[in-house]
C-alpha cells in the first residue's frame, strides 16, 4: 500500500549536522501526513517531528529550534533536517505516514513505517 524508505544516516560529531530523507511510494503522499520518529535502546519510540498535508508543522520540544521537516510533495519525499546534533539524539530514525490531514507526533497515529536509519551523534 505504501513503502517509505529512509536515508541520510549515519555517524556525526556533536553539533555536526546531517539531513533525512524518506522516499515513499504506493500512495499520493502530497495526501497523507508525515512524520519523523526516533527510538532509542530502552525507550519508546517518540515523535521528533510531523508534518501535514497543508505544511502545518510540529515538533518535540527536545529537537525544537535545532530540527526542521519538510516535504517536497512533487519528488514524494520527506526530509529532516537535524542541526546541533547532541548525543541524546542518538537513534534509530524512522518514517511514517498515515491517511490524515494534521500533523501528529503520536506513533499511535501511523500506520505505515519505513525500516529506519541510524544516527549516531559523538560526544
Known amino acids: 500500500q505504501v513503502q517509505l524508505v529512509e536515508s541520510g544516516g549515519g555517524s556525526v560529531q556533536s553539533g555536526g549536522s546531517l539531513r533525512l530523507s524518506c522516499a515513499a511510494s504506493?500512495?499520493?503522499?502530497?495526501?497523507?501526513?508525515m512524520g519523523w520518529f526516533r527510538q532509542r535502546p530502552g525507550k519508546e519510540r517518540e515523535g521528533v517531528a510531523s508534518?501535514?498535508?497543508?505544511?502545518?508543522?510540529t515538533y518535540a520540544d527536545s529537537v525544537k529550534g535545532r530540527f526542521t521537516i519538510s516535504r517536497d510533495n512533487a519528488k514524494s519525499t520527506l526530509y529532516l533536517q537535524m542541526n546541533t546534533l547532541k548525543p541524546e539524539d542518538t537513534a534509530t530514525y524512522y518514517c511514517?505516514?498515515?491517511?490524515?490531514?494534521?500533523?501528529?507526533?503520536?506513533?499511535?497515529?501511523?500506520?505505515?513505517w519505513g525500516q529506519g536509519t541510524q544516527v549516531t551523534v559523538s560526544a
Open positions: 504506493g500512495s499520493t503522499y502530497s495526501r497523507r501526513r
Open positions: 511514517a505516514t498515515d491517511a490524515q490531514w494534521w500533523q501528529s507526533l503520536s506513533p499511535t497515529d501511523y500506520t505505515y
Open positions: 508534518i501535514g498535508t497543508d505544511g502545518t508543522t
